[in-house]
């Protein structure tokens, strides 16, 4: 690791995933003879870009401490909150005291276990030196409906529309005070949308399209299918 850039990672699960339907949080869901957090969490580990990874996890939840990985040396647990940006701005206080200001901290989510170290080092490479952070995201390639009900009400031009992805890279210092600042407000719904806000213009990388979020139950087969084909 470069020991002049100094990276973290924080990992917000503390969700319940209610549209999977099924009897556990998505993040503790079978996938390739592991959960999907064990496969998230390796990923990150294993890119050999961070200090140490930060992961919120609720203070009901029994399924985390029955996993070898939450008790790794790099894995530091959180208490998780209501909200996402709850519980990654409590994963940032955990680092408090190792996390310098200007350190980068990459919020990765829980549910996405295909995530590749190439793309993590991308992005880094991209956006080290860029004075606000930003952003893995992927262009549309479908044509896109501005609706109201059922009834289309205008075509929006797709140049101007990204999906966000995640990592979501920004400075420690930067992000826990956007949080801190914007906490409570229901337009922020990822880290950038709270430093947009607050009148920042985080940049975009593109990502690769197999670093999918586990949402509904078929998104399982289709990230086995992709882990399959990174290997």
């Not at 996993?67 to 994963?91: F, M, N, Q």
């Not at 797709?158 to 966000?164: D, I, M, P, T, Y």
Request: aromatic share 6%; charged share 25%.
């Amino acid at each position: 690791m470069n020991q002049i850039l100094k990276c973290w990672a924080v990992v917000p699960a503390a969700g319940v995933g209610k549209r999977m339907q099924a009897d556990r949080p998505k993040q503790y869901l079978p996938l390739a003879g592991k959960t999907v957090i064990e496969h998230t969490l390796s990923r990150l580990l294993g890119s050999g870009a961070f200090v140490k990874v930060a992961v919120a996890i609720s203070v009901e939840d029994p399924y985390w401490p029955e996993l070898d990985i939450s008790k790794h040396p790099d894995v530091i647990t959180a208490p998780g909150g209501k909200e996402r940006a709850d519980s990654v701005l409590s994963a940032l206080k955990s680092l408090q005291g190792l996390a310098g200001e200007d350190d980068w901290v990459l919020v990765h989510d829980a549910a996405r276990p295909c995530l590749t170290a190439a793309d993590i080092h991308l992005q880094i490479d991209s956006m080290k030196d860029d004075a606000v952070g930003g952003i893995l995201a992927l262009s549309s390639h479908d044509t896109l409906k501005h609706v109201d009900g059922d009834t289309i009400t205008a075509t929006i031009d797709r140049k101007h529309v990204w999906r966000a992805l995640t990592p979501q890279m920004f400075k420690y210092g930067m992000l826990r005070d956007a949080l801190q600042q914007t906490e409570g407000n229901p337009a922020v719904t990822d880290e950038a949308s709270a430093l947009e806000i607050l009148g920042f213009k985080p940049r975009i990388v593109e990502g690769r399209p197999d670093n999918i979020k586990i949402t509904r139950p078929d998104d399982l087969a289709l990230a086995q299918f992709y882990m399959e084909q990174q290997t």
